[in-house]
């Protein structure tokens, strides 16, 4: 290898795995762009190159150099006549090859391939190859997976180079006029051969000869006619090697498909497939399945009948009467089956994506329905993909398949109300009616039997706690359905595994999986969670199996996440708090209610204790005092001739208190005020009434000291009379109520109703027992006496 050749491998080695695999560049498509050679300008990254169906004619060494991590290469439908010795020297990775539909000529000078060792498909058909004579090149190709030819001549040793290469499959592009020696294949090691005829018909007996003898899989593609010589062999040949034969993209009269079919039933090979099948003629009688079989499998996909007229229960027949333990007809318009005339040993049947009705298997004898008797083998039937309508007439159609154990009857459009009756056999552990379009009553209609149930994809939006119990089912998949809780665990106990991806669950309640003691997986991912209270508990759970054995949340936490509320749309659900408070009305009242009971309580205790009503009234009216004297702005002229700051109205039995306590801290240093009272201010020489009245004018306010003798005393009477005139002209606070004692309404006689009503509407000072209250109590009396009167203001301006 040349220095630069290892240089390339080296550095392919390194930079591959950090290349990435979905980049654009390695994906270059330059086909039918007119090209004449290699365009230099190829991404290096590039991986996968198509030049088909250009003018590139020649390659030569050097067109690939910047494409050293090259793996797919395209260069079919070109006019290709010459690949230079060291064209792929540079693209070490190359893996598939293709070089179909050129105009090479020698297949045993293809020195190219000397530096394609890691070549693992290549395709060298529709050249110009006049034999199949392989160069020693083809030695290299050691791991070499697929191989497709083709030449107009075909001999012994042809294939000798490539005897030590391990095939998986060869396809050999056959004409019509092909020159075959015999035993020209002998040197051939493959799993697989595949013979196209390119539309062509089987004429070379002795290649068919060799194919069942060297080879185990055989497949026959693009065939139009001329069966004998494969049936003629078939019948001819006692050793056969072949195991399976398949025969894809053909057209057939009946009676050669018949006959074919007959002839491989006489023989070893076990399995018998068609695909893309075309049937001419088909019979208007039954026809003959003769003899004994080994076969195992028999397929059919994609088959169609090129004619409206002919026998539909003939041509039922003879498929349905093939023994095989393993039927399909499949991707194909059958509208009907039959049911086998006698016993059938087939295990395992399977009509998906045909077009069957309720009524197959079943026929019709004068006015009633013969249900089928002889598929009483088959373990496992899919109807996948059909026309069914009835559930429960399916179920009567397969009631004599005692042994059915697996059932697949998904992407059907199915009805049940539930008030009919279903006969399902009762062996059947797997159920699949996925995209059925069933509802809730489908689960009147379940085998009692069932392991695992597949109802994905449906409309059911809730499971009835009412319907038998399931008590195998282990498995029951309800992804992709309506539910909007969780189905209770009660009607299948032994349930290990739940899964509800993609319903209608806003906030699943854990109640129903209490009974749910077995089940070990639970899918709950992709639904509309709504993250308030009621989810907090589903929460807690998915935050619980993180970090515990036991139940596995499928999913968790990347397929968990909340829609509503909107601040929390798109959130995972473990990265969201729900407190617990907030959630427990019992608790959420018990916090509110706790501490303002023991608020009530405390405040109950203090105010028994320390009297706290009393001080808040307090200093509430002192409070009042001060603000009214800095709201309210008095005229000089209301405050001509006032020479006291108030009045003092009391009776006789209450002089000890007024001297005592009352002047002494109005007139004393602590208070500062000019208080008048009869026994100082009274003019000797005047009335009574005259001093009451003039003492009553010269007062700013007056103070009332109430009490139980107050409202015997004509002559307090007297000056609350005045007293309230003077309220009328100067204002609702020139009279200060003090209560001595306390004085119920009842004690106070009818003709004090004003003082009753001043009582009543006016905030009272009380003269507290308690000698810790007295302080706030005088401060709160001066407050409501405190003014400047004239002198004062006269005296502060001379200063």
């Known amino acids: 290898m040349r220095p630069s050749a290892a240089f390339l491998w080296a550095a392919a080695i390194l930079v591959v795995p950090q290349m990435c695999a979905s980049s654009s560049d390695s994906n270059v498509d330059r086909s039918s762009k007119n090209l004449s050679s290699v365009p230099a300008d190829l991404p290096l990254t590039a991986e996968r190159v198509d030049l088909s169906r250009n003018h590139i004619h020649q390659l030569h060494t050097g067109d690939f150099k910047n494409v050293g991590l090259l793996r797919f290469l395209n260069m079919s439908w070109n006019g290709l006549e010459l690949i230079e010795a060291e064209t792929f020297l540079d693209t070490p990775l190359l893996e598939d090859l293709d070089l179909s539909h050129n105009v090479l000529r020698n297949l045993s000078d293809q020195r190219f391939l000397l530096h394609t060792g890691n070549l693992r498909v290549i395709n060298l058909a529709w050249n110009e190859f006049l034999n199949m004579t392989l160069g020693r090149e083809f030695n290299a190709l050691r791991k070499l997976e697929t191989l497709t030819l083709g030449a107009r001549a075909i001999s012994s040793g042809d294939f000798r180079n490539i005897a030590m290469v391990k095939l998986h499959r060869l396809t050999l592009s056959l004409e019509e006029e092909l020159d075959y020696e015999a035993t020209s294949l002998m040197d051939i090691h493959a799993e697989k051969i595949q013979l196209d005829l390119n539309g062509g018909q089987i004429t070379q007996g002795d290649l068919i000869a060799d194919v069942l003898l060297f080879f185990e899989e055989v497949e026959l593609r693009n065939v139009t006619g001329s069966y004998e010589q494969v049936r003629t062999q078939l019948r001819q040949r006692a050793n056969i090697t072949t195991v399976s034969i398949s025969i894809s993209v053909f057209e057939v009269d009946w009676r050669d498909l018949t006959e074919l079919v007959n002839a491989i039933l006489h023989t070893s090979i076990a399995n018998l497939s068609a695909s893309d099948a075309a049937i001419l003629n088909p019979p208007y009688a039954d026809t003959i399945i003769t003899g004994p079989s080994l076969m195992e499998s028999f397929t059919v996909a994609r088959g169609v009948v090129k004619s409206f007229f002919f026998s539909q229960e003939a041509l039922y027949d003879f498929f349905i009467n093939l023994p095989a333990k393993q039927f399909a007809i499949v991707e194909t318009s059958l509208i009907?089956?039959?049911?086998?005339?006698?016993?059938?040993?087939?295990?395992?049947?399977?009509?998906?994506?045909?077009?069957?009705?309720?009524?197959?298997?079943?026929?019709?004898?004068?006015?009633?329905?013969?249900?089928?008797?002889?598929?009483?083998?088959?373990?496992k039937l899919s109807l996948v993909g059909n026309n069914l309508k009835s559930l429960q007439l399916v179920s009567k159609r397969l009631q004599n398949m005692t042994s059915l154990k697996h059932l697949d009857l998904s992407i059907n459009a199915f009805v049940y109300d539930g008030s009919s009756e279903c006969f399902w056999p009762k062996n059947i552990t797997f159920m699949n009616l996925s995209s059925g379009g069933v509802t809730d009553d489908v689960f009147n209609c379940l085998p009692q039997g069932v392991k695992i149930l597949d109802l994905q994809n449906n409309q059911i939006s809730v499971v009835p706690s009412t319907i038998f119990k399931l008590g195998n089912?282990?498995?029951?998949?309800?992804?992709?359905?309506?539910?909007?809780?969780?189905?209770?665990?009660?009607?299948?106990?032994?349930?290990?595994?739940?899964?509800?991806?993609?319903?209608?669950?806003?906030?699943?309640?854990?109640?129903?999986?209490?009974?749910?003691?077995?089940?070990?997986?639970?899918?709950?991912?992709?639904?509309?969670f709504t993250c308030s209270c009621p989810l907090r508990h589903f929460i807690r759970l998915g935050v619980q199996t993180e970090s515990e054995r036991g139940l596995e949340l499928l999913n968790w936490p990347e397929g968990y996440y909340c829609i509503y509320p909107e601040d929390l749309r798109d959130t995972k659900l473990e990265s969201v708090w729900i407190p617990e408070i907030s959630c427990s009305p019992s608790l959420l009242a018990a916090t509110i209610l706790v501490p303002s009971v023991i608020l009530i309580i405390s405040v109950f205790f203090l105010c028994q204790r320390l009297d706290a009503p009393w001080y808040i009234g307090m200093i509430w009216q002192w409070t009042r005092a001060k603000h009214r004297a800095r709201v309210r702005q008095l005229r000089p002229e209301d405050m001509v001739g006032i020479e006291f700051h108030a009045f003092v109205s009391y009776s006789q039995h209450d002089e000890d208190w007024v001297k005592n306590f009352l002047l002494l801290n109005l007139e004393g240093p602590g208070g500062g005020l000019r208080i008048c009272h009869h026994e100082k201010n009274f003019v000797p020489g005047k009335t009574i009434m005259e001093n009451i009245i003039t003492c009553v004018e010269k007062s700013r306010r007056s103070v009332f000291v109430l009490s139980a003798h107050f409202v015997k005393s004509e002559w307090c009477h007297y000056e609350l009379y005045f007293a309230s005139h003077q309220r009328l002209s100067q204002g609702s606070d020139s009279i200060v109520l003090v209560l001595l004692e306390p004085l119920p309404q009842y004690l106070i006689p009818s003709k004090y109703y004003q003082l009753k009503s001043m009582m009543s509407r006016h905030t009272y000072l009380e003269w507290p027992q308690d000698k810790a209250k007295h302080r706030l109590f005088w401060a709160n009396l001066r407050a409501a006496l405190q003014s400047n009167l004239p002198s004062e203001q006269v005296a502060q301006t001379e200063e």
């Open 473 to 528: 089912l282990s498995s029951l998949n309800l992804n992709a359905n309506r539910l909007r809780d969780l189905p209770p665990c009660r009607i299948f106990p032994q349930i290990t595994e739940l899964l509800l991806r993609s319903n209608s669950l806003h906030a699943p309640s854990l109640r129903n999986l209490g009974s749910c003691s077995s089940l070990k997986i639970l899918d709950a991912s992709n639904n509309p």
């Open 336 to 379: 009907h089956m039959t049911c086998p005339k006698n016993l059938s040993p087939i295990v395992e049947l399977d009509f998906s994506y045909c077009t069957l009705s309720d009524s197959m298997f079943s026929t019709i004898q004068g006015q009633e329905t013969v249900e089928c008797e002889t598929l009483s083998n088959v373990e």
